[in-house]
C-alpha cells in the first residue's frame, strides 16, 4: 500500500501532525520504533499545556495516540533507518520492511543526553535511571542524586523529593537554568539539597551503583546514594535521515518554523529541528504545520 502520509515518530510533534493530515482526509501510517508519546511520558505532572490543569505526560499522550486511532491512523512498532527520495514517491526503509508514501514528516524528538563517564554504561536501568516517573518508586524512603540544573532536572528531585529520604541535585553551572517557579519550590524542600559548579568524575560501584565521585574547584569527593537519575538535556535522533534532511552541527534537522527540509515532500517537525523552544506545545503546532504543508504538496501532486 501506497500512503499518502508517513509519519516518522510518535511523540505530541508526530501525533498531532498524523491528526492533521486525518483530518484532511488523507491515509495516515505511523510509525514509532518505542514508547508513544515520546520524552513527554517521562513527565509527571504537566501544568503548561493548554486546556488541561494537570496531567501527566503518560495520560496525555494515551489520549493523543487514542485520537489519532480513532480518526484512522494505522501504525507499526518499527524503528526506521533510511528515507529514500524516489521522486513523487518516497521509501521509508525500516529494520523490517518498507513502505511508500507520497510525503513523509520525521518527528523523532530526541533521546537522554548521557553522562559519558566511567561507569555509566554498566549501572543504567541498574542505579542509574533517567525517568523519575518510571523508576522513583524503587527508590522510596532511599537517598538518590539528580544531575543537572534545568527544567527537567528540577520537576524530577521534585517527584523524587515525594517518596525518598534523601535527594542531591547536582549542577555543573553556579546556578539553575529552569523555571523560577520550579526553584522556588524545589527551595522549599527540606529533604533537597543542591551542588552547584561540581561536574561528575564517574560512578562508583563493582557490582552494584554505590555513588559518584564528582569535581569542583576543591577537587574531587564522593557521593554516596542508592540511585542516580539524569536530566542533562537531549541528543536528537536524526543520523539515519542525513541523506534527505539537512543536519546542524548538533544534529538537528536544519528547518525553520514552515518545518520544510532541502527535500521536496518529507517535512520534520518537533524537539529534532532547530528551534529555540522545545515544549510540547510547540512540538505539536510543528506537527500541525509540517501536516498541512504535506497536505497540501499530496494535494498538488
Do not use: W
Request: charge should be negative; charged fraction near 25%; glycine fraction near 10%.
Amino acid at each position: 500500500m501506497t500512503y499518502d502520509i508517513i509519519v516518522v515518530g510518535a511523540g505530541p510533534a508526530g501525533l498531532t501532525a498524523a491528526l492533521y493530515a486525518l483530518r484532511a482526509g488523507k491515509s495516515v501510517l505511523i510509525l514509532e520504533k518505542g514508547a508513544f508519546g515520546g520524552q513527554a511520558t517521562f513527565s509527571p505532572k504537566i501544568e503548561n499545556y493548554p486546556g488541561m490543569t494537570e496531567i501527566s505526560g503518560s495520560d496525555l499522550a494515551d489520549k493523543m495516540v487514542e485520537q489519532v486511532l480513532y480518526q484512522g491512523a494505522d501504525v507499526d512498532v518499527e524503528e526506521v533507518v533510511e528515507i529514500k527520495n524516489e521522486g513523487n514517491l518516497k521509501k521509508v526503509v525500516t529494520d523490517s520492511g518498507e513502505h511508500l508514501a507520497r510525503a513523509v514528516i520525521v518527528a523523532t524528538g530526541a533521546h537522554h543526553r548521557r553522562l559519558g563517564v566511567e561507569g555509566e554504561d554498566k549501572f543504567i536501568g541498574e542505579g542509574i535511571s533517567f525517568c523519575a516517573v518510571c523508576d522513583g518508586a524503587f527508590y522510596k524512603d532511599k537517598k538518590v542524586l539528580v544531575i543537572g540544573g534545568g527544567n527537567s532536572a528540577l520537576q524530577e528531585a521534585l517527584s523524587l523529593s515525594e517518596i525518598c529520604e534523601e535527594v542531591t541535585i547536582v549542577q555543573n553551572l553556579a546556578f539553575f537554568t529552569g523555571e523560577e517557579r520550579l526553584q522556588a519550590l524545589i527551595n522549599k524542600k527540606d529533604n533537597v539539597s543542591v551542588i552547584f559548579s561540581h561536574t561528575v568524575e564517574r560512578v562508583l560501584g563493582d557490582t552494584a551503583f554505590e555513588g559518584i565521585v564528582i569535581k569542583g574547584e576543591k577537587g574531587e569527593r564522593e557521593l554516596k546514594a542508592d540511585g542516580m537519575f539524569v536530566a542533562i538535556g537531549l541528543v536528537p535522533e536524526m543520523k539515519a535521515f542525513e541523506s534527505v534532511i539537512e543536519l546542524d552541527e548538533r544534529g538537528y534537522a536544519k528547518s525553520g518554523e514552515a518545518c520544510i527540509t532541502k527535500t521536496e515532500g518529507i517535512y520534520v517537525a518537533g524537539d529534532c529541528r532547530t528551534k529555540d523552544v522545545r515544549q510540547i506545545s510547540t512540538a505539536c503546532a510543528d506537527g500541525a504545520i509540517a501536516a498541512l504543508t504535506a497536505v497540501k504538496y499530496v494535494e498538488n501532486l
